[in-house]
């Protein structure tokens, strides 16, 4: 469906922000009764309504996943299943990048001419064989499955980069995922359609040049998005800011609203009476919490006091408690609250 909308040949409503995977299905569906061929012979005809039967008996799988086997020779070399007539009918081309190196000689020889399928059966017919020569084939096929485990190599990279066209729109199938892919001056890219990049504008694209995945993100005209683009950057924080403070905002309201009678506030008054006020008020509340400590404080040393000595010990252990409040006191005095 990307690729169909890419290329123009599918175009949805404007405006639409969220589509079913049923009006998926059926966009897909008509365009392939649409697409049909007019001018064609009865044997061609014939053959086309046929594979459009087959498509159409297999469209439902596209919700989960199509059944596709490489094989290890060629790009566009796969087995032929009946999900690939869809690519067919759509006329889309679907490359892979798992390709042996030609020039490993024992790699070539032990996976031979074999699908992915084919040759997992062949490793396993091999670790059961009495022939070492087969059991050693057999490692050689195992460990290339191993090592390759990305289903891409530098060979098949190299050879994706020379087979697709500039500008060409075709589906790229690695790692049991289909992608997007085109060429834009001699570079391959990947549509980037992971969840996670759904509010990200600047981000389209994906470099496809090495077998590790790190691709470089690209915006729509394939220009390279900064790692720290100033503006995203600055708006991701600006927009963190604007939360933090709507939520601080918000707390204090709440806290305020508790604290002071609105109503007898007067209209018109300036933010830095308001501040007064209310640091005022913080002050207030933080000098009836002190005196309430103190209090208590007071009452457990006159229950605890039971001789002179103990009164003393008493006292001064007061004394030095009363200090540091004291300091906490006159530091909460000089201190106000920025609106």
């Known amino acids: 469906m990307n690729v169909l909308l890419l290329a123009w040949k599918i175009k949805l409503p404007p405006m639409m922000e969220i589509i079913t995977a049923e009006q998926l299905m059926e966009y897909l569906g008509d365009y392939i009764l649409d697409a049909k061929p007019k001018e064609i012979s009865e044997i061609q005809r014939l053959n086309y309504e046929q594979n459009m039967s087959d498509a159409m008996a297999i469209l439902h799988k596209l919700q989960t996943g199509l059944d596709v086997n490489v094989k290890f020779t060629g790009v566009r070399v796969f087995e032929y299943t009946p999900e690939c007539i869809v690519f067919d009918l759509l006329d889309i081309p679907l490359y ?16 031979g001419n074999c699908s992915y399928n084919q040759l997992v059966e062949k490793i396993i017919s091999c670790k059961q064989s009495d022939n070492s020569e087969l059991v050693s084939e057999g490692f050689v096929a195992e460990q290339f499955l191993n090592n390759t485990a990305t289903q891409l190599t530098y060979h098949g990279l190299c050879e994706l980069t020379s087979a697709v066209q500039e500008g060409e729109l075709c589906v790229f199938f690695r790692n049991n995922h289909f992608s997007t892919m085109t060429k834009y001056k001699g570079q391959l890219y990947l549509l980037v359609t992971d969840q996670g990049f759904l509010t990200e504008e600047k981000v389209v694209w994906e470099s496809l040049h090495n077998v590790d995945g790190d691709g470089n993100f690209c915006d729509s005209e394939f220009h390279l998005r900064p790692p720290s683009d100033p503006d ?13 403070y709507l939520m601080a905002l918000s707390l204090q309201q709440e806290q305020q609203n508790q604290e002071i009678n609105w109503e007898q506030v007067p209209e018109g008054i300036s933010d830095l009476e308001l501040a007064k006020k209310l640091q005022e008020e913080e002050d207030r509340r933080a000098s009836q919490y002190y005196q309430e400590q103190e209090q ?24 030095k408690r009363k200090e540091p409040r004291d300091k906490e006191r006159e530091k909460e005095k000089n201190s106000c609250v920025l609106l």
């Open 96 to 111: 892979h990048g798992w390709l042996v190196d030609p020039q490993v000689a024992d790699i070539v020889k032990a996976v």
């Open 232 to 244: 995203t950057v600055y708006r991701g924080q600006q927009d963190q800011i604007d939360q933090d």
């Open 296 to 319: 208590a404080a007071a009452q457990v040393q006159v229950q605890g006091a039971a001789s002179p000595a103990s009164g003393r010990q008493s006292g001064s252990n007061e004394r």
